[in-house]
Nanobody, 116 residues
């Protein structure tokens, strides 16, 4: 079984930066894709960024040029560097991992609030 634990959320002013981290723990698993999703109040959960085991990233249009996803396969860790944050980035951010054989796992979520 895989457990995902996020950290790094918090309160930041517009224009500020935060870095989220997610560590996958457990044994006997192989991770294919790791990613970050977010869910704002009253809205559906949406993909923010994802990265394959080979390091190929993909981003939502709303965060391109501001967010960067990086993965360390040796540590089963994925990071999301968020710059130039906007109030509309406020949401609970969830780490996601897709394993081989296919199964999907989620972290517990970390709150990101962008407000002055």
């Amino acid at each position: 079984q895989v457990q995902l634990v996020e950290s790094g959320g918090g309160l930041v002013q517009p224009g500020g930066s935060l870095r989220l981290s997610c560590v996958a723990s457990g044994s006997g698993f192989t991770i294919n894709v790791m990613g970050w999703y977010r869910q704002a109040p009253g809205k559906q959960r949406e993909l923010v960024a994802a990265i394959t085991s080979g390091g190929r990233p993909d981003y939502a249009n709303s965060v391109k040029g501001r967010f960067t996803i990086v993965r360390d396969n040796t540590k089963n860790t994925v990071y999301l560097q968020m710059n130039s944050l906007k109030p509309e980035d406020t949401a609970v951010y969830y780490c996601n991992a897709v394993l081989i054989p296919w199964s999907v796992h989620w972290g517990q979520g970390t709150q990101v609030t962008v407000s002055s």
